[in-house]
């Protein structure tokens, strides 16, 4: 069964007036996320996926030999996933035993309106 | 603007998240948060054994000003001493990042990386300010 733990929003505003970029803006990123952007919305993996990041995320994250342990969820490394966008790495990091995780992205429904 | 209501759009990253969450199914707590990285909760402090970040730092740095470094500062916070920050980077200049990361054990240097880097850090155990230059160890 899914169960989400909690899921948390609030408005963030952000100030990008000096943005070098568009990948610098909220606006941006927003648009992706909402299929306007030069990106897929469904889901998108920056640079590259957990094929190339697992062997150093096993090598140096502690606890990670006891993700498939018996002692329960207190073995586990509490992982932080901050701007997650629509990387599909969430799921990466489930299959791989890890259960133990909070994202985080400025981006989300309430700046949003019909 | 009418909208029918089988048009239930999912909209930005944290409800993408969720939808996938939703198909992968199984047993997991999972906390999602809409937050500004720079402003993190109190709360957070020292709460995480690894952060594993992709890009995120590259597009608080195109948002110019001094962004980067109070995302930084605010996600090395929520790190316990001796947590592990992995942070897959292609856009940060690297004297900014030595910058940026000076108070943390360099675990692994990835400004040679062929495609972005694959950097690693290391939250001392103890508020030494280190005087580093980085060295990797690959």
């Known amino acids: 069964m899914v169960s989400l733990e909690a899921v948390q929003v609030q408005e963030v505003q952000v100030d ?3 943005a070098t970029s ?52 207190d073995q586990q490394p509490n992982i932080l996933v901050p701007g997650i966008g629509n990387d599909p790495i969430l ?9 133990k995780i909070t994202a985080q992205d400025y981006s989300g429904r309430l700046s949003y309106n019909f | ?17 969720q939808d996938l969450l939703y198909y992968y199914g199984g047993n997991h707590e999972i906390d999602l948060y809409q937050s500004d990285v720079r402003v993190l909760p109190e709360e957070w402090t020292g709460q995480f054994d690894a952060i594993l970040e992709k890009g995120l730092l590259d597009a608080v740095y195109l948002s110019g000003g001094n962004n980067a470094e109070q995302a930084a500062q605010s996600l090395v916070r929520t790190l316990r001493p001796g947590g592990v920050f992995i942070s897959v980077s292609g856009v940060v200049p690297e004297d900014q990042r030595k910058e940026l990361f000076k108070d943390m054990e360099w675990v692994r ?30």
């Open chain 1, 16 to 18: 990008d007036s000096e």
């Open chain 1, 22 to 73: 568009a990948f610098g803006t909220k606006e941006y990123w927003d648009d992706v996320y909402a299929g306007r952007g030069d990106f897929p919305s469904d889901e998108y993996s920056w640079y590259y996926g957990w094929e190339t990041i697992s062997k150093y995320f096993r090598e140096h994250v502690d606890g990670s030999d006891k993700t498939q342990g018996t002692n329960g969820d």
């Open chain 2, 1 to 17: 603007m009418f909208v029918p209501f089988f048009c239930f759009i999912k909209e930005h990253a944290i409800e993408r998240q």
């Open chain 1, 91 to 99: 799921l990466d990091l489930l299959n791989a035993g890890y259960t």
């Open chain 2, 109 to 138: 240097d990835g400004s040679k990386d062929l495609k972005a880097g694959c950097f690693i850090f290391r939250k001392p155990l103890q508020d030494s300010v280190k005087t580093s230059s980085p060295s990797c160890s690959h």
